[in-house]
């Protein structure tokens, strides 16, 4: 049996929240985040479970002593605590980082984060290839930058551009290239093959001028093929980002041909207004639809449509947010930062428990972390792959428990 006050707990855990401040003064129905702070109590009063090895029934109900019953969001055995929230499922794995709460009387404070309408902020970097084959190509970035950052602005969207690329190759006029708030140029000379290595290499240099909170995404603009296989740029900038990102494309489509010079025989490469590409990008094609990227021609004619393309692609309405801000515990509490759970909730009703994975290293799957001290965390992230899905559902919610202990003076 469990006290009344530890029922009124557990409902609250379970389905019900309150909000925070919003942020903006309109909102996305059905789209809702909620912080559910449970509390508990000193140690020393209420009833405490049996130690039967996790078989009890506890309140009447079934056994909750398995992987299944212990993260489907249900308290089985009617005693008041649900998955890992419940002793009975110490031994799951993914209830290791998450132990019983405490009895006794503490009440429960919540809030609740609630979706905005509008758009996700944008973070873009454009990586630029530099050599020689590419002066026409930099000359039509140089003239269409300023209207495609005019798009964003339009409609209200936080943007954040980074150019790379050579010094002198592509100057970007104002009013983005003298708007140090919203532009960052980073002077590296990029080679027909080496974009994707430079992006690496250089990310120290503009890392600080991405949010966390933004949508990430990559342009890179080449005529030719990368040295570097999509699948280790991805692994590797997944890593330094600790988010995912959309890597977009302008280069030759594979399969792409021409006849040089008109001398009888075809060449990697497509043909258009501003000459040959010196080979088809089959590699950053691959990373582009890995990443859920576009693909351009950079043979297109028309580079203004091109651009306006872009734009629409990149204005995205907001998602659940894969990055969550931890409140002040109420008055009296501490927050135990070994006592979260979080699930995600469809729509329809369907729920799924993310498993704290420890830190970003453990993000093999689906899952989430603490950022900062782990004793005293700042925030709460969701991992690439968690992310992904969140960032796909404009109608689910996502429930994050915080548990919380009795200060005693």
Sequence with gaps: MVSAQRRRYAARVNGHSLSRPRRSSAWVPGLVFCLLVGCSASAGGGPRRGTDGGTTTD??????????????????????????AD??????????????????????AA???????????????????????????ASLVQTNINSFAAAFASVGIDLHVVFITAPGFVEVPAPLGTDASRFLRVNVSVASHDSLDILLSAYPTYSAFLRRNAVMNFIDITDDESDMGAAAFVSAMRGMLGKNFRFHIIASPPGSSHTPFGIGFSMPGCAGPSGEAADNADIYWSLS?????????????????????????????????????????????????????????LVDGTTTTVPNVGDYTGCTDQGWYYEGDPAAPDQIVVCPNTCRI????????????????????
């Design 111 to 137: 809030v609740r984060v609630a979706a905005m309408t509008g758009f996700t902020p944008v973070d873009i970097v454009w990586i630029i290839d530099n050599s020689g084959s590419m002066s026409e190509e």
């Design 59 to 84: 309140g009447g109900g079934t056994p909750e002593n398995s992987r299944s019953s212990c993260l489907d969001g249900v308290d089985q055995d009617l005693d008041g605590l649900t998955d890992c």
């Design 289 to 345: 639809t890995m990443t859920g990227g576009r693909q351009f021609s950079i043979c297109s004619e028309d580079w203004s449509g091109l651009f306006h393309d872009l734009s629409t692609t990149l204005a995205v309405a907001m998602p659940l947010p894969c990055v969550y801000a931890i409140p002040e515990p109420p008055a009296g509490m501490s927050f135990d930062p070994m006592r979260v759970n979080v699930v995600h909730t």
């Design 390 to 409: 969140f960032e796909d559902d404009t109608t689910g919610s996502v429930d994050v428990a915080l548990g919380c202990a009795t200060l005693l003076i």
């Design 87 to 108: 002793p009975d499922c110490a031994g799951i794995s993914e209830c290791s980082l998450t132990p019983a709460l405490d009895s006794g009387t503490g009440e429960c």
